[in-house]
């Protein structure tokens, strides 16, 4: 194997001597490039956004935006990195020196004030500006979507960067004036080549190791050898623990470009949505095929987080606060667990057995998430928050209700934040299914929903707010879905 490389601004540059665990931030900051910012070092505020060049959804190549702080440098092994600074090199359409457009428009609106998270947002921005659909979805003169912009710019690109000076607004305009790239672009006429090919890697320095094979089976013999390893993807979850709790790993493995961890198959039966596809991948790839999960990307975390995190992830932690696992528990979801030896489907429900535990064995990993078929017509995902985006949930709640002649034929609803682990609300499903949708049902089973659960006291809320929450999430689907299902 090579040694592993970086294009980083079209030059490449070694790894080496940088350590296993050193985050792409550290990397390119070592090298002078010093726009990529470290502000809170677990994927919070976006200063350390930079660009990579990854398998396209509309074209065969997308730009997509990335907090360099969580992701290992090894991680991007044969892979292309864009950088504040080279934005202004690689897609400026002009002489030395000219600024890129969202760089301009940042300038001349006056959207950088200390200009410590400014280089993030360019990023960002210009991953927003490079989205090959943007332009087709231009809000007509006198919208007043105030997150869309009358180019297609949707801020929702912007979730998952922090700003403590300019109050957003020229941020805003910003976003909202620049333009579609030009043909001259090298950027954007990057987006018609193909995407860095995937490359096996095996880093090792000081006694750890990154390593990367090109197939399933291959990783899966890796992992029975080494079943003590940590098993990424993203990274928006190990990043935390290696910057903040300073945790080091003899051994981590790699598993984002695995193609049999990258498919999605819609049948006639199940929706399988492959463990490694980023959420963002996933969201654009179903286009709201399965409403559930359209209800749930906008608010998981960030644009930025998105970009890296799986479904495989987000379950294989096993944290009872995770977003995904109640909107798959009322999905009815299973996981394809696999290993050296085969396969086998567990149920979600049955998935996890105590707090960030599960039926997983050594050398197992998730290859895959079956929702079946077909989809609950009633559904609905509450996440009760400080904060609307980019935030961890205090509790979460889904629904997925069928209600036919007035009736609920079927109730499934999952729970996040309110027990050691993801859980079903049974009781409140009881109490609903066979029972006509009326106020008074509604009224009564919220009593049995806010009794679901142990919820604790934390510094996110207390155990009654918690309580309290659970009740009202059923109130509020029941105001927001009466009319729909009466009709």
Same mark, same amino acid.
């Given at each position: 194997?090579?040694?592993?490389?970086?294009?980083?601004?079209?030059?490449?540059?070694?790894?080496?001597?940088?350590?296993?665990?050193?985050?792409?931030?550290?990397?390119?900051?070592?090298?002078?490039?010093?726009?990529?910012?470290?502000?809170?070092?677990?994927?919070?505020?976006?200063?350390?956004?930079?660009?990579?060049?990854?398998?396209?959804? &509309?074209?065969?190549?997308?730009?997509?935006?990335?907090?360099?702080?969580?992701?290992?440098?090894?991680?991007?092994?044969?892979?292309?990195?864009?950088?504040?600074?080279?934005?202004?090199?690689?897609?400026?359409?002009?002489?030395?020196?000219?600024?890129?457009?969202?760089?301009?428009?940042?300038?001349?609106?006056?959207?950088?004030?200390?200009?410590?998270?400014?280089?993030?947002?360019?990023?960002?921005?210009?991953?927003?500006?490079?989205?090959?659909?943007?332009?087709?979805?231009?809000?007509?003169?006198?919208?007043?979507?105030?997150?869309?912009?009358?180019?297609?710019?949707?801020?929702?690109?912007?979730?998952?960067?922090?700003?403590?000076?300019?109050?957003?607004?020229?941020?805003?305009?910003?976003?909202?004036?620049?333009?579609?790239?030009?043909?001259?672009?090298?950027?954007?006429?990057?987006?018609?080549?193909?995407?860095?090919?995937?490359?096996?890697?095996?880093?090792?320095?000081?006694?750890?190791?990154?390593?990367?094979?090109?197939?399933?089976?291959?990783?899966?013999?890796?992992?029975?050898?080494?079943?003590?390893?940590?098993?990424?993807?993203?990274?928006?979850?190990?990043?935390?623990?290696?910057?903040?709790?300073?945790?080091?790993?003899?051994?981590?493995?790699?598993?984002?470009?695995?193609?049999?961890?990258?498919?999605?198959?819609?049948?006639?039966?199940?929706?399988?949505?492959?463990?490694?596809?980023?959420?963002?991948?996933?969201?654009?790839?179903?286009?709201?095929?399965?409403?559930?999960?359209?209800?749930?990307?906008?608010?998981?975390?960030?644009?930025?987080?998105?970009?890296?995190?799986?479904?495989?992830?987000?379950?294989?932690? &096993?944290?009872?606060? &995770?977003?995904?696992?109640?909107?798959?528990?009322?999905?009815?979801?299973?996981?394809?667990?696999a290993d050296a030896d085969g396969e086998r489907q567990v149920p979600l429900a049955e998935y996890f057995t105590g707090y960030r535990q599960s039926v997983?064995?050594?050398?197992?990993?998730?290859?895959?998430?079956?929702?079946?078929?077909?989809?609950?017509?009633?559904?609905?995902?509450?996440?009760?928050?400080?904060?609307?985006?980019?935030?961890?949930?205090?509790?979460?709640?889904?629904?997925?209700?069928?209600?036919?002649?007035?009736?609920?034929?079927?109730?499934?609803?999952?729970?996040?934040?309110?027990?050691?682990?993801?859980?079903?609300?049974?009781?409140?499903?009881?109490?609903?299914? &066979?029972?006509?949708?009326?106020?008074?049902?509604?009224?009564?089973?919220?009593?049995?929903?806010?009794?679901?659960?142990?919820?604790?006291?934390?510094?996110?809320?207390?155990?009654?707010?918690?309580?309290?929450?659970?009740?009202?999430?059923?109130?509020?689907?029941?105001?927001?879905?009466?009319?729909?299902?009466?009709?």
């Amino acid at each position: 194997m090579t040694t592993p490389r970086i294009t980083v601004n079209g030059t490449e540059a070694p790894i080496s001597p940088a350590a296993p665990h050193t985050t792409v931030l550290d990397f390119l900051r070592e090298r002078g490039l010093t726009g990529t910012k470290e502000g809170c070092a677990e994927g919070e505020c976006g200063a350390c956004a930079v660009l990579v060049a990854r398998p396209g959804t &509309g074209e065969p190549t997308d730009w997509v935006a990335v907090n360099a702080c969580l992701l290992p440098a090894a991680a991007l092994d044969g892979q292309e990195v864009v950088t504040s600074e080279g934005l202004a090199t690689a897609g400026a359409a002009g002489p030395p020196g000219t600024l890129h457009p969202v760089q301009e428009e940042m300038a001349v609106r006056g959207g950088s004030q200390c200009g410590y998270c400014t280089p993030g947002f360019v990023c960002s921005m210009a991953a927003e500006y490079y989205r090959p659909d943007r332009c087709a979805h231009a809000e007509p003169a006198g919208n007043t979507d105030p997150e869309h912009g009358p180019n297609g710019f949707d801020l929702h690109a912007l979730s998952g960067n922090l700003c403590r000076c300019t109050g957003y607004r020229p941020i805003r305009d910003a976003a909202f004036a620049v333009g579609a790239p030009a043909d001259e672009d090298p950027l954007a006429r990057r987006r018609a080549q193909s995407p860095p090919a995937p490359v096996a890697t095996e880093y090792v320095r000081d006694g750890s190791a990154f390593l990367r094979r090109n197939t399933l089976g291959e990783t899966l013999r890796l992992l029975r050898e080494r079943p003590d390893a940590v098993v990424v993807a993203g990274s928006t979850d190990w990043g935390v623990e290696v910057n903040i709790r300073a945790r080091r790993a003899d051994c981590v493995i790699a598993v984002d470009r695995l193609p049999e961890l990258r498919e999605l198959r819609v049948g006639s039966d199940a929706v399988e949505i492959g463990a490694a596809l980023t959420l963002t991948e996933i969201e654009r790839r179903l286009d709201g095929r399965v409403p559930l999960l359209a209800e749930l990307f906008p608010q998981f975390a960030s644009r930025l987080i998105r970009n890296g995190a799986t479904l495989g992830g987000n379950l294989g932690t &096993g944290s009872p606060i &995770g977003d995904s696992p109640p909107v798959l528990l009322a999905l009815e979801a299973s996981v394809v667990l696999a290993d050296a030896d085969g396969e086998r489907q567990v149920p979600l429900a049955e998935y996890f057995t105590g707090y960030r535990q599960s039926v997983r064995r050594p050398g197992e990993l998730i290859r895959a998430v079956r929702v079946p078929l077909p989809l609950s017509p009633v559904v609905a995902f509450h996440k009760i928050a400080k904060r609307r985006f980019d935030d961890i949930s205090s509790v979460a709640v889904a629904f997925a209700l069928d209600v036919e002649d007035g009736i609920v034929r079927k109730a499934r609803i999952g729970l996040g934040g309110v027990a050691a682990t993801p859980i079903r609300a049974l009781t409140t499903e009881e109490a609903l299914e &066979g029972s006509p949708w009326t106020a008074e049902t509604v009224e009564a089973a919220a009593r049995v929903l806010r009794a679901e659960g142990t919820p604790m006291n934390d510094q996110r809320a207390s155990s009654a707010y918690r309580s309290a929450m659970l009740g009202q999430s059923l109130l509020k689907l029941y105001a927001q879905t009466t009319e729909a299902v009466s009709s």
